[in-house]
């Protein structure tokens, strides 16, 4: 790491003497503390080498977008429920015609011919192909050539810089400072742990203490085993969906990971037979299959639980779609699930270069051969996953780009949720950060997930059954700290949007974490997580044949989606819109105690005991859990 860092400060005296002489400043447009683990600096890249540039464009109206969320989404408002179609949508945020002409007069003013210039249909984008001299002298930076320790060389530069005029105008530039990089198998070899959010061992990913040698069916070993019945009484969720053809309910997974239809019928034999001979709906995005060829708890534990559990709790009258995404060989992210729901996010755009970019169709052979799914699928009114980031592997304006698509997702009336991760106040793999931004197991600093760090997802930490509660006694749960410790904090990129600073200002001042102001963002000001939590230990779940125990905020994610779904059914059955974004509501005053409050536990990590859970509002377990009978309840009062 001290190599790569040499190389950054090097970098940036190379380009204060570069500056080409212009008439409006260079600033720095974004830039890198570090190079995220597995990666090392390699060499420069050849300069005449072609880079696919795209040059990604300032939305309209975006710095409105939470305006608009919370107009359609806060319970007082008077447009509550009123949705936008996915047109309105475009029409609204779409970049102007003076962002478009002037990047396109600045590329031309620098010697790139206007027919090199291509805008996007969308006219999100703008692209051309470059030289990597020609790149290297527009921004002001370096090209490099990275390294994985898998053996991927990765194409990009650690900051680069745009002149005064032209930033305004523009979002990033691609390639340039990201990592989000689709780790490809190398041909012949298995799938490999290396990153990929799907790829095994890599993000959030559940845990399992092995199988489970006894039968279960009583109410009374909750503490020891969850099974469905264990939901329905945690949370009172009792209901008959009247409204299924209407509603609908999405799981995303990421290859390789997939489900085995044969656990599915497993699980179906012994809690739940209403799903006897129920399969989900397929949804392939980018290739994706429910592959077979490689099997285990670390290739089906997450889908299968995902799928047995939220199919389970909507009951076999409510078709799961299952969004299953990426192909065998390069697999997909967050964004390439984006793309194929939104076209106008999408990044294909005819000007990549695969050979670079390592999109759709797979370049590399014995993958997915069709173009990549953009804009080809409709939204579920509430979409679960269970996979993230950690928030510092991803740059704060890649994070904001998504960020603004979960919004208007919300906008459109989805649900979006995601698993908080399953270290505490650590990262994925018990990762904590370093000043330099770097993250390593002996680091000191907290270290929150992504998505769930945007302020319009709503994030889903875990609890667990109190040892030798029962569901019948009052708050039988507390933080989840069996296996697994629930992901919480705040956020180092997002600023604490209105709706949580009543209760979250409430648990700063009355519970003040006596930690040092440099280990956490102790501002008061940034977005806190989770939002709410469910159970998250102890799962039962059939993989590869047999019954194990699983654990993780991978089970909080889809039972909560399952509950806000059966919510929906009831909103649509009486003629009224979806819930939408969530989170807005669910902080009003209205909802207070629709949450079962946990107070209890705590999330430990970086070599801390991490925050407490507390009466009101925590980094652990969020508002808490919920109460079905009451969300119902007081959304049913809502228009
Ligand atoms: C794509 O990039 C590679 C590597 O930089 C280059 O060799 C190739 O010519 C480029 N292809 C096109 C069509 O620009
Ligand atoms: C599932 O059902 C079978 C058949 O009744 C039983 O033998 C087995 O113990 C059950 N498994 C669990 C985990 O309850
Ligand atoms: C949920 O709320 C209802 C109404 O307040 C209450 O009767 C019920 O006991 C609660 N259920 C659980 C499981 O906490
Ligand atoms: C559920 O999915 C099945 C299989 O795709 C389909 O035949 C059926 O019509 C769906 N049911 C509803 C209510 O959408
Ligand atoms: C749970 O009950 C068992 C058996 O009665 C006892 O041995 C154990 O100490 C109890 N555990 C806790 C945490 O109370
Ligand atoms: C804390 O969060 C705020 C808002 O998200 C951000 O501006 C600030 O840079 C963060 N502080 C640190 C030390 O990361
Ligand atoms: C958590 O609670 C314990 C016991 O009351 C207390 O000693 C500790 O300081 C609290 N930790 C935080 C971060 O608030």
């Known amino acids: 790491m001290r190599c790569s860092l040499t190389t950054f400060f090097t970098l940036g005296l190379a380009v204060v003497s570069l500056a080409a ?46 305006e608009y969320l919370y107009d359609v989404s806060h319970p007082e408002s008077a447009n509550y429920g009123k949705h936008w ?7 609204k945020f779409s970049p102007s015609e003076e962002s478009i002409s002037t990047v396109r007069d600045w590329l031309v003013e620098n010697g790139l011919a206007s027919e090199r210039i291509r805008v996007s249909p969308t006219k999100g984008w703008i692209n051309v192909d470059v030289t990597v001299e020609e790149a290297e002298r527009l921004m002001n930076t370096e090209y490099n050539v990275y390294t994985h320790v898998s053996g991927q060389e990765h194409v990009a530069c650690e900051a680069y810089r745009l002149p005064e005029h032209i930033s305004p105008h523009v979002d990033f530039v691609l390639p340039s400072v990201n990592f989000d990089v689709k780790l490809k198998r190398r041909s012949g070899s298995q799938p490999k742990p290396v990153g990929g959010i799907g790829q095994p061992g890599a993000g959030i990913t559940p845990k399992t203490t092995g199988s489970v040698s006894q039968t279960v069916t009583e109410l009374e070993q909750c503490d020891e085993y969850i099974t469905p019945v264990c939901l329905r009484a945690l949370y009172d969720l009792e209901y008959e969906p009247v409204a299924t053809d209407k509603n609908s309910f999405g799981v995303v997974e990421y290859t390789p990971q997939a489900y085995l239809q044969t656990d599915l019928q497993m699980f179906a034999m012994n809690f739940s037979t209403d799903l006897i001979g129920k399969e989900p709906v397929m949804v392939s995005i980018d290739g994706g299959y429910a592959q077979t060829e490689y099997q285990g708890f670390d290739y089906n534990g997450e889908s299968d639980l995902d799928l047995q559990y939220g199919m389970s709790l909507v009951t076999g009258s409510q078709n799961v779609t299952l969004y299953q995404t990426g192909d065998m060989v390069e697999g997909a992210s967050f964004n390439n699930f984006l793309d194929a729901i939104d076209g106008s996010y999408c990044t294909f755009e005819g000007g990549d270069n695969y050979t670079v970019d390592s999109q759709y169709p797979d370049p590399y052979g014995g993958g997915y051969e069709g173009p990549e799914d953009c804009g080809t699928v409709t939204p579920a009114y509430v979409i679960s996953t269970s996979y993230g980031y950690n928030e510092a592997d991803l740059t704060p304006f890649y994070t904001a780009r998504q960020c603004a698509e979960y919004a208007k997702l919300g906008l459109m009336g989805v649900t979006i949720l995601y698993s908080s991760g399953d270290y505490g106040v650590a990262g994925n793999d018990d990762v904590c950060l ?54 919480g904090g705040f956020s180092n990129y997002f600023a604490m949007p209105s709706y949580q600073m009543t209760a979250v200002d409430y648990y700063l001042e009355n519970y003040p974490p006596n930690y040092p102001s440099d280990i956490w963002n102790s501002t008061g000001m940034s977005r806190a997580l989770p939002d709410i939590s469910a159970n998250g230990a102890n799962y039962v779940v059939a993989v590869d044949g047999e019954f194990e125990l699983v654990y993780g905020t991978s089970c909080s994610s889809p039972v909560s989606g399952a509950i806000f779904t059966m919510i929906n059914d009831a909103r649509l059955a009486a003629g009224k819109s979806t819930i939408g974004f969530i989170n807005p509501t669910i902080y009003s005053a209205g909802f207070a105690g629709a949450f079962n409050d946990i107070t209890e536990g705590s999330n430990p990590g970086c070599g801390t005991e991490g925050y407490n859970a507390t009466i009101g509002w925590d980094p652990v377990t969020g508002l808490g859990t919920p109460n079905f009978t009451m969300l119902l309840e007081n959304w049913l009062a809502l228009p």
Request: proline share 9%; glycine share 6%.
């Open 21 to 66: 002489p212009t008439v409006s400043p260079y600033n720095v447009h974004e830039k890198r503390n570090a190079i995220p683990i597995g990666w090392s600096h390699t060499r420069r890249h050849e300069s005449a080498a072609t880079l696919p540039l795209r040059i990604a464009l300032k939305q309209s109206n975006i710095e409105s977008i939470d």
């Open 85 to 91: 179609t996915a047109g309105e949508i475009s029409r």
């Open 434 to 487: 370093n000043p330099d931004g770097s993250q390593t197991t002996t680091g000191m600093i907290f270290n929150p997930t992504f998505p769930g760090t945007c302020p319009y997802v709503t994030s889903v930490g875990a609890t667990m059954v109190k040892p030798n509660a029962t569901v019948y006694q009052v708050q039988p749960e507390m933080a989840c700290m069996d296996v697994i410790y629930s992901g």
